[in-house]
């Protein structure tokens, strides 16, 4: 899932003071799971910012409303209906979200509630961790499940760098060497050979060094290329 953080609220309402009438608006998939921007966050902070201790005139207005994703065109069209008074969404998505958002209704403001963080996972309560940086072609058959680009403080590709200690990272010793985790999760499967094999170098064009990333498939009614 994508993962996010709520800005401070000071710094929220920093960026929504000069508007009247303001629509929060949550986002029903990752930041919903990764409680930072769902339905009930999108609440609880609609509530804080109505206090009059942010704004030195009046706070705005609020309104509440929850959409299931944020990033699909097609439902915010469907299924978002924007009061007519509203000046600017604050909106709980990540960084995709809030910018089909504002391609949507691009006549108003759209605020970024959140500070978007990273592709990861849930690894125990409350705990996410970054798991992946969308690289475009992915290689964890080689690496026994376990990513090196986004799990190595270095993002070394073709073993450790030699400064791990007790299988802890020499860069954050507080989370584990991810050459490490390769190393032994390779010998749990009996392929430590797969360690001294030469692969090719790697290509970051599919991870975006050539340019901002588009994905397309035919086969789906509309989708560009089909003709039916
Ligand atoms: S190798 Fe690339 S696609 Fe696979 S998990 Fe790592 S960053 Fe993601
Ligand atoms: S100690 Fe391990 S995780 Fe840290 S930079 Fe070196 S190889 Fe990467």
Redesign the pocket.
């Known amino acids: 899932m994508i993962t996010g953080d709520l800005k401070p609220v000071e710094e929220i309402a920093n960026s929504i003071s000069g508007f009247d009438h303001v629509l929060v608006l949550g986002c029903g998939s990752c930041v919903t799971v990764c409680l930072s921007g769902g339905d009930r966050e999108a609440k609880a902070l609609a509530q804080e910012l109505a206090r009059f201790r942010y704004y030195e005139t009046f706070p705005p207005v609020f309104q509440k409303e929850t959409i299931q994703r944020q990033c699909e065109r097609d439902l915010i069209e469907t299924y978002l209906n924007v009061p007519p008074e509203t000046d600017a969404i604050l909106s709980l998505a990540c960084g995709a979200g809030v910018q089909t958002v504002s391609d949507v209704f691009d006549t108003l403001t759209v605020i970024p509630a959140l500070n978007t963080t990273f592709l990861g996972a849930a690894d125990a309560p409350g705990i996410w961790r970054e798991k992946c940086q969308g690289c475009g072609d992915c290689l964890l058959e080689i690496t026994g499940g376990i990513c090196p680009v986004g ?4 993002g ?1 590709f073709n073993g ?5 200690q007790g299988g802890h ?4 010793p507080e989370i584990p ?4 985790m390769i190393y032994y999760r390779l010998k749990k499967q009996n392929r430590l050979h797969q360690l001294k094999a030469i692969h090719r170098s790697k290509d970051w064009r599919p991870g975006g060094a050539a340019g901002p990333r588009e994905r397309r498939r035919t086969g789906i009614g509309g989708s560009p290329g089909d003709t039916a």
């Not at 060497?177 to 490490?180: D, E, K």
Request: charged content about 15%.
């Open positions: 799990r190595c403080a270095k070394l450790p760098c030699g400064g791990s990272c020499e860069v954050h060497c991810a050459w490490a």
